[in-house]
């Protein structure tokens, strides 16, 4: 299976702030990453699709970018309601596979 | 509007078998591949199973559950399953249903995630 590797595990940042998580995949995925946000008690929401394609009714701070095996999840302006769990997923084949998350908090 | 809604999780013993059930509405059911996922309290997001879209002749599970776990669908129903067998401690955690798009673009078939999720069921397995 191919394994997802999200970093950092959490993240700290102020309004206003360009935030960067990053994706690595154990190998080349082209471009069939997917980014989503979970909030407490929530399902997750799907954010980015193919690897840079944002979901329609996303926030234009949000963007995502990469191929084969580095990925990245950018928000430009971090704003207080982005505080949230941030998870990759692969979708090139099965068994598809999760990044273990990264939480984000606001300062 | 477009909504999946889980059922059937339940509290039961080790060993037991739960069949969970994910209603789908405002969409074309049978179009889509659908997916289960679970998420254990406190951890993260573990793909579970998935389906193909149609007759569902294609399935695919996670090494942690496969032989154990079985998804299907019923297009008649739009309804998805996941029967789950002979369960386990480790098998507790909230299970969502998801589906996800897929489209033939210029004869390239293209993949969009997963766009719309339920809102969970819960499974505890415990003596």
């Known amino acids: 299976d191919i394994q997802m590797t999200q970093s950092p595990s959490t993240l700290s940042a102020s309004v206003g702030d360009r935030v960067t998580i990053t994706c690595r995949a154990s190998?080349?995925?082209?471009?069939?990453l997917a980014w989503y946000q979970q909030k407490p008690g929530k399902a997750p929401k799907l954010l980015i699709f193919?690897?840079?394609n944002l979901e329609s009714g996303v926030p234009s701070r949000f963007s995502g970018s990469g191929s084969g095996t580095e990925f990245t999840l950018t928000i430009s302006s971090l704003q207080p309601d982005d505080s949230a769990t941030y998870y990759c997923q692969q979708y090139n084949s099965y068994a598809y596979t999760f990044g273990q998350g990264t939480k984000l908090e606001i300062k | 509007q477009v909504q999946l809604v889980e059922s059937g999780g339940a509290v039961v013993q080790p060993g037991r078998s739960l069949r969970l059930s994910c209603a789908a509405s405002g969409f074309i059911f049978s179009s889509y591949p659908m997916h289960w996922v679970r998420q254990a309290p406190g951890k993260g997001l573990e793909w579970v199973a998935g389906i193909s879209y149609l007759g569902g002749s294609t399935k695919s599970y996670a090494d942690s559950v496969k032989g154990q776990f079985t998804i299907s669908r019923d297009n008649s129903k739009n309804t998805l399953y996941l029967q789950m067998n002979n369960l386990r401690p480790e098998d507790t955690a909230l299970y969502y249903c998801?589906?996800?798009?897929?489209?033939?673009?210029?004869?390239?078939?293209?993949?969009?995630?997963?766009?719309?999720w339920g809102q969970g069921t819960t499974v505890t397995v415990s003596s």
């Open positions: 193919k690897a840079s």
């Open positions: 998801a589906r996800e798009p897929r489209t033939l673009v210029r004869g390239i078939l293209q993949y969009y995630g997963m766009d719309v």
């Open positions: 190998q080349n995925i082209h471009s069939w």
